[in-house]
């Protein structure tokens, strides 16, 4: 077990994020069949209009899984940390694009919630507020307070992508929460 003031670097999983790019790939080659041909589908009785449904799903699987993809390979092809913590915080480094820095005196609590049977940390602010006037990026920053309203942090941490076991991260860093 680390100690206090040893700086953990936690890698990306490249096995983790080839699979997840993997079921993105599968999802925008299906989204491209609904595209291409919905009159194949159209028999699925969804509505009064199956054909248009079916084009908004394919669009939709399209460009939501296209954007993952680029995503996963940019992670893949990153040798950043996907998380470092060491005496002055936490650095997230969800993609390449930005680098958030939460300081262990801004912390107020960490939980781990499960939501949709995917275990998440949520880190609580004392300023939440201040986080996400910090957010440059539009679309992060509605991320962030979606997140704040919905579940009361905009910081949350999953390990899904990360070398490291949800529960062991959450250990850890209550244990380094709980050292300040």
């Not at 680390?2 to 993997?22: A, G, V």
């Not at 609580?124 to 579940?151: G, V």
Request: glycine content about 6%; hydrophobic content about 45%; charged content about 20%.
């Amino acid at each position: 077990m680390p100690t206090n003031t040893d700086k953990i670097e936690i890698p990306f999983s490249k096995s983790k994020l080839t699979l997840l790019l993997l079921i993105a790939v599968a999802f925008v080659i299906g989204g491209f069949f609904f595209i291409i041909n919905p009159s194949t589908f159209e028999e699925s009785g969804l509505s009064h209009n199956p054909k248009i449904e079916i084009l908004i799903i394919g669009y939709a699987c399209v460009i939501f899984f296209g954007a993952g993809m680029v995503i996963f390979i940019l992670k893949l092809l990153d040798n950043k940390p996907g998380l470092l913590i060491d005496d002055q915080g936490i650095t997230i480094n969800p993609h390449s694009f930005s680098t958030s820095i939460i300081e262990w005196t801004k912390i107020e609590k960490i939980n781990i919630n499960e939501i949709y049977r995917t275990k998440i940390i949520m880190v609580y602010l004392k300023r939440p507020e201040e986080f996400i006037d910090q957010i440059n990026n539009p679309f992060k920053r509605k991320m962030a307070l979606f997140s704040l309203k919905t579940y009361g942090t905009p910081v949350s941490i999953t390990a899904s992508g990360l070398k490291y076991n949800t529960d062991e991260l959450y250990a850890l860093l209550m244990a380094r929460l709980h050292d300040r």
